[in-house]
């Protein structure tokens, strides 16, 4: 009886061991399946994928929503599931702060940096950045990447938005100098609203920027200011009181967000302005000293390959800064749209223009006293 029982559990054991094997040589072949690169990549990315392994984490500091993002950590971690993601969203000028005093204080931080301030995020960058050729740089716009460095991640038009039940049609206006002409009208008085350049390092950029390619600037800033514009730090905040009426225009909007928000909120209007429309583009970096830079340039590569950035077109809501992308949502639709009116904001040196201590202030002085703020 002892016999056929011992016998029996033998027999059991053996079994098992057979399915232990089994599923252990299944998971070796999975394992070599995902270690091996992506198509088209050097086939010494096999290595960043193994040592990724090794780290199995990554910290990520962001400007973009977890709203926003969700979708593409979601993605990222279905690629690869050994990575555990923690994913802060900061506004643009608390990432910086933060960032800045943690590397100058050599503790942790960020892995890596996906920044909507073009030109903080380059400035950072500039400091530091690891030095890293992503196998998809080559799809990307000459202008989306400077120095193996920094990298832009998206393609996203500046709008002006309207309150569609209290804007008439006829009244929407379609270039910078029309916006000026209306505002002039007192129905708008106090009812304009735009990105405090003080406290919005996007804000600042934008104004910056536009400072540059449009030589009627400051009258259109002398006409905003004439009609009591009023400024905030939060695109939702603007984007909020423009739907409720408590605003009827805003000018310089992440045309992204707007229109995430315009198809649920059918009070919000959207016009790309036709004479210049400034895009900015998501910068993203890798820090030098990454704890875990194998998964920070899983992360990069990612965020730039087709798979990521269709994310970014469909789910995330942003605009592709890919031209092969489905759909409209990428360089390719926005071109068809906007065409000439378009103005990438390149990500290179000229973004840090302003940034030095009183080229800001004097710009913020002369923005301030223009707009009688």
């Known amino acids: 009886m002892h016999g056929n029982n011992s016998s029996s559990n033998r027999a059991t054991l053996g079994r098992l061991w057979r399915r232990v094997a089994t599923v252990a040589a299944l998971a070796a072949v999975a394992g070599a399946a995902q270690a091996q690169a992506p198509a088209g990549y050097p086939a010494s990315y096999a290595q960043v994928i193994d040592g990724s392994k090794k780290e199995a984490r990554l910290v990520v500091y962001s400007t973009t929503d977890s ?129 405090d350049i003080e406290k919005s390092a996007v804000g600042f950029m934008l104004a910056a920027q536009d400072a540059k390619v449009d030589p009627k600037y400051w009258d259109f800033i002398k006409a905003v200011g004439a009609a009591g514009v009023l400024v905030q730090s939060s695109t939702g905040t603007m984007l909020e009181r423009v739907s409720s009426g408590e605003n009827l225009l805003g000018y310089n909007i992440l045309g992204p967000y707007a229109e995430a928000k315009a198809k649920k909120d059918p009070s919000l209007g959207i016009a790309y302005p036709t004479d210049h429309a400034l895009v900015l583009s998501r910068v993203a970096f890798i820090s030098r000293r990454a704890k875990n830079p194998n998964a920070a340039k899983l992360w990069l590569d990612y965020l730039l390959s087709k798979r990521g950035q269709e994310v970014i077109a469909h789910q995330a809501e942003l605009v592709s800064v890919r031209n092969d992308i489905e759909g409209d949502n990428d360089v390719d639709g926005m071109t068809k749209k906007l065409g000439k009116a378009l103005h990438p904001i390149p990500v290179d040196e000229s973004l840090l223009d302003y940034l030095e201590q009183n080229k800001r202030l004097a710009f913020i002085k002369q923005w301030r006293e223009s707009a009688g703020k």
Not at 95 to 120: C, F, H, I, K
Not at 158 to 177: I, Q
């Open 67 to 195: 709203k926003a993002a969700d979708p593409l950590v979601k993605d990222f971690q279905a690629l690869y599931p050994w990575i555990q993601v923690e994913y802060n969203d900061m506004n643009s000028t608390e990432l910086y702060n933060r960032y800045l005093s943690e590397q100058a204080a050599g503790g942790n931080s960020g892995d890596t940096v996906w920044n909507s301030s073009m030109d903080s995020a380059l400035k950072l960058a500039k400091q530091f950045a690891l030095q890293y050729d992503s196998p998809e740089r080559a799809k990307l716009p000459d202008w989306a990447s400077w120095q193996n460095k920094a990298y832009g991640t998206t393609f996203e038009p500046a709008v002006f938005v309207y309150n569609k039940r209290l804007v008439s049609e006829a009244e929407v206006p379609r270039t910078h100098e029309a916006f000026a002409k209306l505002v002039a009208d007192p129905k708008y008085k106090g009812k304009v609203t735009s990105y």
